[in-house]
């Protein structure tokens, strides 16, 4: 049963453009939605999150939009750079002081070329 | 702070062979996971801990086990290896918040032959 759905599997995008990356999830519970990037042979970092309760937030070229009612999120990356080639992970959280866990979606390879 | 830290980087068993991945984190974090990374097919949680003496299964505990003794360390037990359990491991560990945050190790590389 796969709780976060992230699409697409692979993008490559020009230099300068904007790299989109999808994520949907089903459980209602989940509330707080982090997205994580990982270079290759390196453990995932975290990019950005947001929590359900704003529809958007921004840090530098990285933003999250958030839509609650359609139970999706999505992350874009303006202005993309090589050194943005890696791989993509969303992630959600369930909620309740004592929930901790993460349900990661399958990842996206982004490449962006120079 | 080193934050997370594991080891091996890298190793090959043997089927049937066991072993102990180490993982180590000195942010005093309670929080602590174990994930495996399959291609396309993201991280999966196997084993975590909400502190010291506390474990819980992930979503594939299968074929695998941990303990806790202390805040610091998690080891991860893989007992009678098997190729399924071919894969990089990660270890990760998380405050109790309010800033939610899980750090990531550098992985180990696991072959199973």
């Known amino acids: 049963q796969q709780q976060v759905k992230q699409s697409p599997q692979s993008l490559i995008v020009q230099k300068g453009g904007i790299s989109i990356i999808n994520c949907a999830y089903e459980?209602?519970?989940?509330?707080?939605f982090p997205w994580y990037q990982q270079f290759p042979g390196k453990g995932p970092a975290l990019l950005i999150a947001?929590?359900?309760?704003?529809s958007e937030k921004k840090e530098g070229r990285f933003t999250i939009s958030f839509n609650k009612s359609a139970k999706q999120f999505s992350l874009h990356i303006m202005d993309s750079q090589p050194g943005d080639s890696a791989t993509y992970f969303c992630a959600a959280k369930g909620s309740g002081g004592s929930n901790y866990k993460l349900t990661f979606g399958k990842g996206t390879l982004l490449t962006v070329n120079p | 702070n080193a934050g997370v830290t594991q080891t091996p980087k890298f190793r090959i068993l043997k089927i049937g062979q066991s072993m102990t991945l180490q993982c180590t984190q000195d942010?005093?974090?309670?929080?602590m996971y174990w994930y495996r990374q399959d291609p396309g097919m993201g991280l999966k949680l196997i084993y975590y801990s909400v502190g010291a003496g506390i474990t819980d299964k992930g979503e594939v505990p299968n074929g695998y086990n941990v303990s806790r003794s202390t805040t610091e360390d998690f080891p991860l037990r893989l007992e009678l290896a098997a190729p399924s359990q071919t894969s990089v491991y990660f270890c990760a560990s998380s405050s109790q918040g309010p800033i939610y945050e899980q750090y990531f190790g550098p992985g180990t590389r696991l072959t199973v032959t």
């Open positions: 947001i929590r359900p309760d704003v």
């Open positions: 459980n209602t519970a989940f509330d707080y």
């Open positions: 942010m005093n974090h309670n929080y």
